[in-house]
T-cell receptor
Framework: DQQVKQNSPSLSVQEGRISILNCDYT??????FLWYKKYPAEGPTFLIS?????DKNEDGRFTVFLNKSAKHLSLHIVPSQPGDSAVYFC???????????FGTGTRLTIIP | DTGVSQDPRHKITKRGQNVTFRCDPI?????LYWYRQTLGQGPEFLTY????????KSRLLSDRFSAERPKGSFSTLEIQRTEQGDSAMYLC?????????FGPGTRLTVL
């Protein structure tokens, strides 16, 4: 049972445009959500997180939106840069200090 | 470098052999997690420690797997009698605040 789903395995975006990555979850106990970025041969790197008490969190070019009623979150990257090309994982936990459940990832390619 | 380190980075072994991986977390972090990632999947939780206490184990962690964190610092993950299905990337993470910091992983290939 895939509790965190990323339905788009890949996404290509022109440099300078907005990248939107989507994630859906099924477990109502999840209340903390994170996005990680992964380059080949490296471990995942934390990007941004959001608690269920918020519906938006911004950090520079990265914004995460949470729609609890739809059990959906999205990561917006604007403007997209070539260095953003990587695999992005959505993750969720039932609390801030708990094991993470990851999605299957979306490979983002930024086209110069 | 004060990040999470893992050793070895790559391990090739024959089916039936035992392997052991090491993780050195960020020094002030009390929680340490092990995850496994197979091709095309996201990382899957295996187990975690609060200091030296192992607090939770996933059902993915069969009795051939054992993890320790003897002094609450580094941790080891041992796989006995390896099988081809154990081939994966094994990731370690330590937690500071609400963020888990991942190491580079150990890629295991079982022939």
């Amino acid at each position: 049972d895939q509790q965190v789903k990323q339905n788009s395995p890949s996404l290509s975006v022109q440099e300078g445009r907005i990248s939107i990555l989507n994630c859906d979850y099924t477990n109502s106990m999840f209340d903390y959500f994170l996005w990680y970025k992964k380059y080949p041969a490296e471990g995942p790197t934390f990007l941004i997180s959001i608690s269920s008490i918020k519906d938006k969190n911004e950090d520079g070019r990265f914004t995460v939106f949470l729609n609890k009623s739809a059990k959906h979150l999205s990561l917006h990257i604007v403007p997209s840069q070539p260095g953003d090309s990587a695999v992005y994982f959505c993750a969720a936990s039932p609390g801030g200090n708990e094991k993470l459940t990851f999605g299957t990832g979306t490979r983002l390619t930024i086209i110069p | 470098d004060t990040g999470v380190s893992q050793d070895p980075r790559h391990k090739i072994t024959k089916r039936g052999q035992n392997v052991t991986f090491r993780c050195d977390p960020i020094s002030e972090h009390n929680r340490l997690y092990w995850y496994r990632q197979t091709l095309g999947q996201g990382p899957e939780f295996l187990t975690y420690f609060q200091n030296e206490a192992q607090l939770e184990k996933s059902r993915l962690l069969s009795d051939r797997f054992s993890a320790e964190r003897p002094k609450g610092s580094f941790s080891t993950l041992e796989i006995q009698r390896t099988e081809q299905g154990d081939s994966a990337m094994y990731l370690c993470a330590s937690e500071g605040g609400n963020e888990q910091f991942f190491g580079p992983g150990t890629r295991l290939t079982v022939l």
